[in-house]
């Protein structure tokens, strides 16, 4: 009993680490611009308004930097899932030499970061001409979203029996039938929790997009939140925080709606040899 509430007690000290400073960000988000100078400050505000949310999407181009967060998302998350799908089908499926090993190492590939990569990519896209292309910058994306996405996938694949494969063989499925019309659907939670994800990581980019990218027409909204702060010619602290509070909004809501599959998806397979 002693051991449960211990680490219950652990839980909420962890949750109050990474949750205090959103929940002070919308508490600056709420407040007018003479209670942020009030000493010593208050968490609750004494007067809410919503006046910050509407400034800011009507004196800013937030919404155009929304939009584009949006196209990456939806190209990353289909070109990682393109490539991520039939990978994490042979892992799951197919018995080769060295199987293992080449799982760990394209894991290794989820440790190197943006900012590691970041010089080096502006170099090699400013000679391909590829500078201020949504195209060439979702590559990126898709590559560094594609090594998680692969092992999640593969433990979602390999939660699903074998006898499906072959009952599916039997009735005369081809290898794209059989991942197309009984494993996928099957797997629908980890396809999920994948697409939440990659989702995630795309939407919260900020090193890349700001390297790749130098119009402002083009900026997705991590960057956009930066270009914001320009707009304002006054103290803008509150306008800042209302602004970080829309581009959070999208990504809460979509965890908050599928966050059934996340669960699901990362304790499956959790049994399996």
């Known amino acids: 009993m002693v051991k449960k509430i211990s680490i219950y007690i652990l839980y909420g000290l962890v949750s109050i680490f990474f949750l205090l400073p959103?929940?002070?960000i919308i508490s600056l988000s709420l407040k007018t611009t003479s209670e942020i100078f009030v000493f010593p400050p208050t968490f609750i505000p004494e007067e809410i308004t919503f006046d910050n949310f509407f400034y800011v999407l009507k004196n800013t181009t937030m919404?155009?930097?929304?939009?584009?967060?949006?196209?990456?998302?939806?190209?990353?998350?289909?070109?990682?899932?393109l490539v991520a799908i039939p990978?994490?089908?042979?892992?799951?499926r197919f018995d080769f030499k060295n199987k293992a090993k080449l799982l760990f190492v394209i894991l290794i590939f989820q440790m190197i970061s943006p900012i590691v990569i970041g010089i080096?990519?502006?170099?090699?896209?400013?000679?391909?001409?590829?500078?201020?292309?949504?195209?060439?910058?979702s590559m990126v994306y898709i590559a560094i979203q594609i090594p998680f996405a692969t092992f999640l996938l593969k433990g979602g694949f390999d939660a699903i029996p074998k006898e499906l494969d072959e009952a599916a063989k039997i009735d005369g499925a081809s290898r794209f039938q059989l991942l197309h019309k009984v494993i996928l659907p099957v797997a629908l939670p980890a396809l999920a929790s994948a697409t939440i994800f990659i989702s995630i990581n795309?939407?919260?980019?900020?090193?890349?997009?700001?390297?790749?990218?130098?119009?402002t027409s083009q900026y997705p909204v991590s960057v956009g939140i930066l270009m914001t702060q320009g707009n304002f010619q006054?103290?803008?602290?509150h306008y800042l925080a209302a602004a970080s509070?829309?581009?959070?909004?999208?990504?809460?809501v979509m965890v908050f709606l599928l966050q059934k599959f996340i669960l699901k998806a990362l304790t499956a397979g959790a049994v399996k040899g």
């Open 22 to 24: 959103i929940l002070w």
């Open 63 to 81: 919404t155009t930097y929304l939009w584009n967060s949006f196209k990456l998302v939806i190209y990353t998350v289909l070109g990682t899932l």
């Open 87 to 92: 990978a994490a089908y042979s892992f799951s």
């Open 120 to 137: 080096p990519i502006y170099r090699y896209y400013s000679n391909l001409g590829l500078l201020n292309n949504y195209f060439g910058l």
């Open 202 to 215: 795309a939407w919260s980019q900020f090193l890349l997009p700001y390297l790749l990218l130098d119009r």
């Open 234 to 237: 006054q103290i803008s602290t």
């Open 245 to 252: 509070i829309i581009a959070l909004l999208p990504a809460i």
